[in-house]
């Protein structure tokens, strides 16, 4: 069965640092979501894409957070400086055009900032 | 505001009894609610959708029903089974079409 792909699964960095985190959506899937999971809480929208675009990125805090998605296919979410609030679990989700209320979700990245 | 609302405290059920769980919401009107269940340390896994004009939904031994009036939404497992301790979490579609997600209820199945 296909899956949503991240990586890394964990991730340790100090704040000031950079980190990225990479996602690839279920084949043929047009529209991908990245999510921040705080522990305790229910996942949060950062930004959608639609293909190439973004059709939703309200919630991305622009100064610090920045995301691509340049052939429409996998995705990459960088943050630029880390602080110590940004530890999280940050979650990938994908779904088809036909079937666009059932998202897909990555097994997600725990980030821990120190 | 608007507000989703589950139950933090876990659920602690002794197998084969029927789980419910609920979700209340205010200042929303969502065309639809999903509930998902969500392992330790992995993603949300999407379970069951049910519409507005839909009273109730079953899939195998759940069963979530829907009431726009009390802006509720109740998730049963029936003959509950320890695999089913997991963390649930209802969502709701907003008016920006945005996926609106509750903090969910952890459930523990006792064998």
């Known amino acids: 069965e296909a899956e949503v792909a991240q990586s890394p699964r964990y991730k340790i960095t100090e704040k000031s640092q950079a980190v990225a985190f990479w996602c690839d959506p279920i084949s043929g899937h047009a529209t991908l979501y990245w999510y921040r999971q705080i522990l305790g809480q229910g996942p949060e929208l950062l930004v959608q894409?639609?293909?190439?675009?973004?059709?939703?990125d309200s919630q991305l805090p622009k100064d610090r957070f920045s995301a691509e998605r340049l052939k429409g296919v996998d995705s990459t979410l960088k943050i630029q400086p880390a602080e110590l609030g940004d530890s999280a679990m940050y979650l990938c989700?994908?779904?088809?055009?036909?079937?666009?209320?059932?998202?897909?979700f990555g097994p997600g990245t725990r980030l821990t900032v120190t | 505001s608007q507000k989703i609302e589950q139950n933090s405290e876990a659920l602690n059920i002794q197998e084969g009894k029927t789980a419910t769980l609920t979700c209340n919401y205010t200042?929303?009107?969502?065309?639809?609610l999903q509930w998902y269940r969500q392992d330790p340390g992995r993603g949300p896994v999407f379970l069951l959708l049910?519409?507005?004009?839909?009273k109730e939904k079953r899939k195998e031994r759940l069963k979530v029903t829907f009431d726009t009036t009390l802006k509720q939404s109740l998730f049963h497992i029936t003959a509950s089974q320890p695999a089913d301790s997991a963390t649930y979490l209802c969502?709701?579609?907003?008016?920006?079409?945005?996926?609106?997600f509750g903090s969910g209820t952890r459930l523990l199945v006792r064998p």
């Open positions: 894409f639609q293909d190439e675009s973004v059709v939703d």
């Open positions: 200042n929303y009107s969502p065309a639809y």
């Open positions: 049910i519409r507005e004009n839909e």
């Open positions: 989700a994908s779904t088809s055009t036909g079937r666009s209320y059932e998202q897909y």
């Open positions: 969502a709701l579609k907003d008016s920006s079409y945005k996926l609106i």
